[in-house]
Each structure stands twice: as C-alpha cells, then as structure tokens.
C-alpha cells in the first residue's frame, strides 16, 4: 500500500475497511495512511473519527515541525482513545471492566467474540421465531374477525 | 472534558435500558446478556458501534423491561408494537439518531415477550451505527443464518 495514494484508490481503500476485506497487515498501514493524508474528504474525516484519529487544521507539506504536531496530536489521539475506553468500560462495566466485548451467561462470564457472536445469533433466531409466533396469533385474531367483517359488508346486515 | 467525551461516544447511555445492560443481572443464572462496543470486526463490517442483547425469563423480566422500553419507545422517530392480553409482545423502535464526532448515529430497540411458547423468555435487541433501517431490519432477519466476522 503506497502512502502517496490518490483519493479513488484510498475511499476504494476505505469501503474494504469497512468490510473487514483488508488484511491486518493493510488495515496497520491505511491508518498511517489516514492519519497523514493531505487528502481532503468527507469519508475520509469520517473514517479518522472511526479510528480515533482528529486534526483540527491543515499541515504545511515537508515542516518538520508541523509533522511533529501530526504525530503529536495522532499519538494524544491514541492515548485519550485507549483512556475513554478504559473510562467508558469501568463506568459502564461493573463486573468486568476494560472489555468491549464481553458476554453474561448463566450467571459466567465470557469474553471469547466467537462465543458471543454464537450466543447473539442464537438469541436474535430464539427473537425471530418469537416474532413468527406472534405472527401467527395476530393472523389468528385476524381470523376472527374476518366473518365479523364479511358480515357487516354482507347484504343482511341491517343498513343504518 | 474527559467527561464530555466518554458521553459523546456512548449513546446509549441515556435510555432507560441501558440499566438492564453494564452487568447488573450477570450473576442471575438465568439470564445471557451480550454487549460490543469498539472495534469488533463484526461491529465495523455492519456499520456498528454498539450491538447489544439480553435475554431472560419472561415471568420475571417481562414486568421490569417493559416500562423502560416503552419510555424510550416514546421517543421513537418510527416504531412497530404489538399488545396482547394488555402486555407488551412486540416492539421494534427507531430512536432519535444522535451526533458523534459530527456523524449521525442511527438506533434501533427490538423486545419480545414470547410467554406463549415452550421456554417464554424476554429478548431485547439494541444497536447503534450508521446503519440504516432497512439494513438494520435485514440484519436483524438474516444474522442468525449469515452471521460471520
């Protein structure tokens, strides 16, 4: 992947991110990419606030001491995101904090994201066959109703 | 600051079930909770940031959810809810959308109470991102079978 990348091949870049396509090793370097482009971008500020990346203005091509604030303010990036994850976690977590992925089952925790992405598929299909039941009552109490209507509109219904 | 911040990038925090979510009921050994946030590959393939569920005995949640679902129903921009024998069956809500980092995040809360069937349980469903609500529905009806990293 080549730092001087024009703007078609990194938003082409951004859309695999956003895919998972990107190998780890690719996804490393379009962050470096993203955190130093002078590519302007609405996609790509969105895809800085997705990595935990700001810039507040533009830096002059080749200053070294404009590149020092790059790698400053991407480094003071990086440390307040591990800091609110850390902050957000121990707020919101109070049984095991520090995890973003993170699952309670019979009464045991587990932090394995395979075993929880087997645990959320297993709850959203036990949820849609609920709602497929629940389908099938309102069907029914459709049912019901159904010759209640057939005879209001019938002929034999008493004209008001 | 600080504090700012760690509110700007929760924005669940402020709807009534967030209570029932942070490992309240996680010594209850009846109930599975799950909750992602961050950089889950799973999360970024669907335009996520937070995917969250929780499951438990309907005889004993279905009294507790309940009110905090309809109060953050209330507030829903399009929502689909189905009563029957004066409780709370179905619900799906579109919650007002929130702004982070200049970006708006999209939010959806699913609950069913299924009491009719063999195992009655009560299921939330909450997630959030940039995903719309077409894709939100298709996610929600397509994971089971598709679901990947």
Redesign the interface.
Known sequence: MNDRIDLPTLLALLER????SLSEEDEHRLRGIIATTPLRHPAI??AR??MGF?RTHRVAKGSFAAGLKVYGAVAAGLA?LV???I???D??????PGL????????S?VTD??V????????????????A??NE??LDDLDDIVPIIDFYESESFPKL | MAIATVAAAYAQAGLQINSIFGGKYCADSTVTETMMTGNQRFLKKHGLSTFATFKGPAAKFASVIQPLVLADGAHATGRNIRYSDGKLRYAFFILPSVERDGHRINRYLYYINSEGVRKPSVIVIYFEGRITPDKASALINTMPSNLKK
């Open positions: 991110y956003y895919e998972c500020d969105e606030a997705v700001r307040m800091a609110v994850g902050t957000v976690q707020s919101y977590r109070q049984c095991d973003s992925c993170i699952a309670y089952v019979n009464g925790e994201e395979d929880i992405l087997r645990i959320i598929s297993e709850d959203i299909r036990e949820f849609n066959d609920g709602v039941a629940d009552s309102m």
